[in-house]
């Protein structure tokens, strides 16, 4: 059976890869540092039902049509999330829709993908979600909603870019050129390109997790700022003295199937 890879997995590998092989390998559940869900699931839902509904014979919706699309979503907010959820929208219809003279229908919106990729004799099944996937002049563009409040550097953003050229390439056939970070409370766009290093990087990374999971090496504390948010200190030998031993029951890592190459 193939491997199972994500963006998110990766980002935690290339940060510490015993943190990874408590979570993923071992199965160690850690502390959540989300919050509730419920406002950005109501503005991705909104805005996924904009673009996956609108009737494209017509050039361009109104801002009545984003009212519609919001209304859907609004049952289990508080009036303040209301308001915010709606000022979001309208800042993003002013900068994002409005100044445009007609909306090109998406290749996807709110979709999983998923790619496999062999590397040293071991298969990976390579996934990913998106918000909304672009067709424009230059190639594809990948967008991603954002709804944190404050606007900070996405973790890993080289590896998600250079994961999702590797799932798309294989999906569609065509390189992804960009991914845009879309910051809805904010209304600003960030856009990054994407290079050959980036999906070197990911190559790379993932060879270097098959070693691993092929010989069964240690996966070896990497100690950085990462570490407080770390669930794990108290197993781990790089921040604890006396590290505690892994609770009774925590399953041992798993093994790979190799696959043989012709
Ligand atoms: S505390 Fe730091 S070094 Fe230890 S497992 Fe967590 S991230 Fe890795």
Same mark, same amino acid.
């Given at each position: 059976?193939a491997y199972p890879l994500s963006a998110t997995k990766l980002i935690?590998?290339?940060? @510490?890869?015993?943190?990874?092989?408590?979570?993923?390998?071992?199965?160690?559940?850690?502390?959540? *540092?989300?919050?509730?869900?419920?406002?950005?699931? *109501?503005?991705h839902?909104?805005?996924a039902?904009?673009y996956k509904?609108?009737?494209?014979?017509?050039?361009?919706? &109104?801002?009545?049509?984003? *009212?519609? @699309?919001?209304?859907?979503?609004?049952?289990?907010?508080?009036?303040?999330?209301?308001?915010? $959820?709606?000022?979001?929208?309208?800042?993003?219809?002013?900068?994002?829709?409005?100044?445009? %003279?007609?909306?090109?229908?998406p290749l996807g919106v709110e979709a999983k993908l998923k790619a496999s990729f062999?590397?040293?004799?071991?298969e990976f099944s390579l996934s990913g979600r998106y918000d909304r996937l672009d067709f424009?002049?230059?190639g594809l563009e990948l967008i991603d909603y954002?709804?944190?409040?404050?606007?900070?550097? &996405?973790?890993g953003?080289?590896l998600q870019l250079g994961l999702y050229y590797l799932v798309l390439e294989q999906t569609y056939q065509k390189a992804l050129q960009k991914l845009s970070?879309?910051?809805?409370?904010?209304?600003?766009?960030? %856009?990054?390109?994407v %290079?050959?290093?980036h999906h070197?990087?990911v190559?790379?990374?993932i $060879?270097?997790?098959?070693?691993?999971?092929? *010989?069964?090496?240690?996966?070896?504390?990497?100690?950085?700022?990462?570490?407080?948010? @770390?669930?794990?200190?108290?197993? @781990? &030998?790089?921040? &604890?003295?006396?590290?505690?031993?892994?609770?009774?029951? %925590?399953?041992? $890592?798993?093994?790979?199937?190799?696959?043989? $190459?012709?």
């Amino acid at each position: 059976m193939a491997y199972p890879l994500s963006a998110t997995k990766l980002i935690t590998y290339k940060q @510490c890869p015993q943190a990874y092989s408590f979570k993923y390998e071992r199965g160690l559940s850690s502390p959540s *540092a989300f919050g509730s869900p419920k406002f950005g699931n *109501a503005l991705h839902g909104a805005l996924a039902d904009i673009y996956k509904d609108w009737n494209y014979d017509y050039p361009l919706p &109104s801002l009545d049509w984003f *009212a519609v @699309c919001w209304q859907k979503h609004t049952g289990e907010l508080t009036p303040a999330q209301l308001h915010e $959820g709606w000022m979001a929208l309208q800042l993003y219809y002013e900068k994002y829709v409005a100044p445009l %003279t007609m909306i090109r229908k998406p290749l996807g919106v709110e979709a999983k993908l998923k790619a496999s990729f062999q590397v040293n004799n071991i298969e990976f099944s390579l996934s990913g979600r998106y918000d909304r996937l672009d067709f424009t002049d230059d190639g594809l563009e990948l967008i991603d909603y954002k709804t944190s409040k404050t606007i900070s550097p &996405s973790d890993g953003i080289d590896l998600q870019l250079g994961l999702y050229y590797l799932v798309l390439e294989q999906t569609y056939q065509k390189a992804l050129q960009k991914l845009s970070l879309i910051y809805l409370r904010q209304g600003q766009k960030i %856009t990054y390109d994407v %290079t050959q290093e980036h999906h070197q990087q990911v190559r790379e990374l993932i $060879g270097d997790m098959a070693l691993k999971l092929r *010989a069964d090496q240690d996966w070896k504390p990497e100690v950085g700022g990462h570490c407080d948010r @770390c669930g794990y200190q108290r197993y @781990c &030998s790089a921040k &604890s003295e006396k590290p505690e031993p892994l609770p009774e029951g %925590t399953r041992e $890592g798993r093994q790979v199937q190799l696959s043989l $190459g012709i």
